[in-house]
């Protein structure tokens, strides 16, 4: 099975600042690729899907890119409703595993 | 609104039997994949299992291949995850989640608020 990582496990940043999360597949998997934000005490929600395209009602600030491996979620400007964990999810074939997540808080 | 109310969480013992349920409502239920995807308390999120929208073709996860089963009854609305020979490593919240399309290779939409699922003797 595809082993999916993210990095780092967690980050600390002021508000305003650029902010990647990275997340790799141990094979290729096209742009099959989502990203979801779950913010404590919430359920998740979808952010990116394909890679790179922003679902309907996600703020600009946050994009996406990658193919193949190797896959970036950005946070151009951090604001403190963006303090939550940060999953990848590869959905090309079963299993649809998920990365294990990237904490963000405000510095 | 699309909306997915997971019910039949509970407290059950190893080795014992539950079924999840998941009520939908706003949107066309027959034309969209589903999925079960669960959380155990502290953890991150883990996919469980996927049913297509009208063929109805499933995939699970390897930890519960063989003991669960997923079903869906387009009539009623509803997904179903059936849970046999469960462990304590099934503690989780379950939820219940809508993909974009009818393929299970698909990413998710939209999700439940999840049901608590807790095996212990």
């Known amino acids: 099975d595809i082993q999916m990582t993210q990095s780092p496990s967690s980050l600390s940043a002021s508000v305003g600042d650029r902010v990647t999360i990275t997340c790799r597949a141990s094979?290729?998997?096209?742009?099959?690729l989502a990203w979801y934000q779950q913010r404590p005490g919430k359920v998740p929600k979808l952010l990116i899907y394909?890679?790179?395209t922003l679902q309907s009602g996600v703020p600009s600030r946050f994009s996406g890119s990658g193919s193949g491996t190797d896959f970036t979620l950005t946070i151009s400007s951090l604001q403190p409703e963006d303090v939550a964990t940060y999953y990848c999810q590869k959905y090309n074939s079963a299993p649809f595993t998920f990365g294990p997540g990237t904490k963000v808080d405000i510095k | 609104e699309v909306q997915l109310l997971e019910s039949g969480g509970a407290l059950v013992q190893p080795g014992g039997s539950l079924r999840l349920s998941c009520a939908a409502s706003g949107f066309t239920f027959s034309n969209y994949a589903l999925s079960w995807v669960r959380q155990a308390p502290g953890k991150g999120l883990e996919w469980v299992s996927a049913i297509s929208g009208s063929v109805g073709s499933t995939d699970y996860a390897d930890s519960v291949k063989g003991r669960f089963t997923i079903s869906r009854d387009n009539s009623k609305s509803t997904l179903y995850l059936q849970m046999d020979s469960l462990s304590a490593e099934d503690t989780a919240l379950y939820y219940c989640a809508k993909m974009r399309s009818d393929r299970i290779a698909a990413a998710v939409n939209y999700w439940g608020q999840g049901t608590l699922v807790t095996v212990s003797s």
């Open positions: 394909a890679a790179s």
């Open positions: 094979q290729g998997i096209s742009n099959y």
